[in-house]
């Protein structure tokens, strides 16, 4: 089993920067494919990043937060991060994180993940 813990998350404006941070325990999460996920009010849930082994460089982003947002982890902490600058009010949402067995399947479908977080609350005003 493993646990994921979501933090980081907040109310903050147009344009500002967040680091959400997600701490697994149970097991150690450096082969599983770690990823990020959100759901806004009446919308379905969608994915936002992940590390996938199948992507040059390792890492995957939704074409909506591309260059926007940074996945990043410390395996030392078992954790993995998301960076996120230049927020918009589009980006309001509740945040998961998600573990999957499988590294080599695809990233951005929920389905992938075997393990996920509780999530946390972004929320961007403009």
């Known amino acids: 089993q493993v646990q994921l813990v979501e933090s980081g998350g907040g109310l903050v404006q147009t344009g500002d920067s967040l680091r959400l941070s997600c701490a697994a325990s149970?097991?150690?999460?450096?082969?599983?494919?770690m990823g990020w996920f959100r759901q806004a009010p009446g919308k379905e849930r969608e994915s936002v990043a992940a590390?996938?082994?199948?992507?040059?460089?390792?890492?995957s982003y939704a074409n909506s937060v591309k260059g926007r947002f940074t996945i990043s982890r410390d395996n030392a902490k078992n954790t993995v991060f998301l960076q996120m600058d230049s927020l918009k009010p589009e980006d309001t949402a509740v945040y998961y994180c998600?573990?999957?067995?499988?590294?080599?399947?695809?990233?951005?479908?929920?389905?992938?993940?075997?393990?996920w977080g509780q999530g946390t609350q972004v929320t961007v005003s403009s």
């Open positions: 998600a573990a999957g067995f499988n590294p080599y399947i695809p990233w951005d479908r929920s389905t992938s993940y075997n393990y």
């Open positions: 149970g097991r150690t999460i450096t082969n599983y494919m």
């Open positions: 590390f996938n082994w199948r992507s040059s460089g390792g890492t």
